[in-house]
């Protein structure tokens, strides 16, 4: 099987990994923490900062890909700290327009290079 890959200009990858994978008419995000593209560092600040970084990653590999914030059907977050919920959610629910996209959302143990958020998403064509 190919794959087709895209990939957001500049974007920070840390690992052996596709920025999103087409399959079919989905297309597949990887998670996206909170780097900042220009420095490839974790931004500062709060869970808010670091979710909206997320989300402009994201979109950034979304639009790459052709695609836009409402084509996506299903997030996945995950948090460092559960107790971040609200505070992500807040920005969260900025990002779409309802009805929104399904979602789950997990309290992990660690995320890669200590961020405090990761989110990936699943897009329909």
């Known amino acids: 099987m190919s ?3 895209f990939a957001a200009a500049g974007a920070a ?3 052996p990994y596709s920025q999103a994978v087409e399959a079919g008419n989905l297309v597949f995000l990887s998670g996206q923490t909170p780097l900042d593209p220009a420095t490839g560092k974790l931004v500062t600040g709060d869970i808010g900062a670091q979710t909206a970084q997320s989300f402009r990653n994201l979109f950034s590999v979304l639009e790459a890909a052709g695609l836009g914030p409402d084509d996506v059907v299903k997030a996945n977050v ?3 700290d559960i107790g971040d919920f609200a505070a992500m959610n807040a920005v969260y629910e900025r990002q779409f327009a309802p009805p929104y996209p399904a979602r789950t959302t ?3 143990k660690g995320l890669p290079l200590g961020a ?10």
Do not use: D, H, P, S
């Open 3 to 5: 794959r087709k890959a």
């Open 13 to 15: 990858v840390i690992g």
């Open 78 to 80: 995950y948090l460092a």
């Open 106 to 108: 997990i309290e992990v």
């Open 116 to 125: 405090r958020v990761e989110i990936e998403l699943v897009a329909q064509r």
